[in-house]
């Protein structure tokens, strides 16, 4: 569904993605793992062209998209959720997602996808009015998700969802998407905390200094001695 084809990006003299190539099938969760600065955020944005890539191309749902602006991949289902969440703090829960669905035709529908998002993360319908700035960090994180879903995006992409976060909580965020993955949602899921990547995705590619150094199948990445030492601390 989301294909980079040999990407380069560039800030100023520096060369952050590499003839980077990644494939995300329909339906598939696929990871990007890698340590600060390694390029994950890049490829998230210039997935979304909030930065443009020097060379190379992208395709989504077989359209060659590399041109076209953030709002028309935004339109074609192609949906950001942040890093560092970017909650609207001066707004209550319910107007924080009314504006996931800003730009959807049938936003005068929304009330069906808040009700969804409500099921999945109980916590913000018990805060419906309360001011996102005054929510726990882990609050805030499911609130961007489902600000992210009221979009109903055809492809997810997820940046750092569980950075800073308590382990209960992180538990909790990779149970959502994992849950999201089982319904059968398309999500690229950018991430420092490979266990938590590795779980949630069937494929991951590693990023070290805007290059893939390794790809794979999940289960066999997580064997791999780099992944071991590297990652997870074996």
Not at 61 to 67: C, L, M, P, V
Not at 128 to 133: I, M, Y
Request: glycine content about 8%; some cysteine; charged content about 25%.
């Amino acid at each position: 569904m989301l294909e980079f084809e040999r990407v380069n990006v560039h800030y100023g003299k520096n060369h952050v993605l590499k003839d980077l190539s990644v494939r995300v099938g329909e339906g598939e969760v696929v990871s990007l793992i890698g340590s600060n600065a390694a390029g994950k955020t890049t490829t998230l944005r210039t997935a979304l062209g909030l930065k443009s890539s020097t060379s190379g191309s992208l395709r989504f749902a077989g359209e060659d998209i590399t041109r076209l602006a953030t709002h028309q991949r935004v339109n074609r289902g192609l949906v950001l959720v942040p890093e560092g969440r970017q909650a609207f703090v001066k707004f209550t829960v319910i107007e924080n997602l009314l504006m996931g669905a800003y730009h959807r035709a049938d936003r005068d529908q929304a009330q069906k996808e808040i009700d969804i998002v409500f099921d999945m993360f109980p916590r913000l319908r018990e805060r419906r009015a309360q001011k996102a700035g005054s929510m726990s960090g882990g609050e805030q994180q499911m609130l961007a998700i489902a600000r992210g879903l009221m979009a109903k995006p055809k492809c997810l992409l997820l940046d750092e969802p569980t950075l800073g976060l308590a382990p209960i909580i992180v538990e909790e965020i990779a149970h959502t998407v994992r849950r999201l993955a089982a319904a059968g949602m398309t999500i690229l899921l950018a991430e420092q905390n490979a266990a938590v990547a590795l779980a949630c995705a069937a494929r991951a590619y590693v990023l070290e200094s805007g290059n893939i150094s390794l790809q794979g199948e999940s289960d066999e990445l997580r064997k791999t001695d780099a992944i071991k030492s590297l990652y997870l601390g074996n």
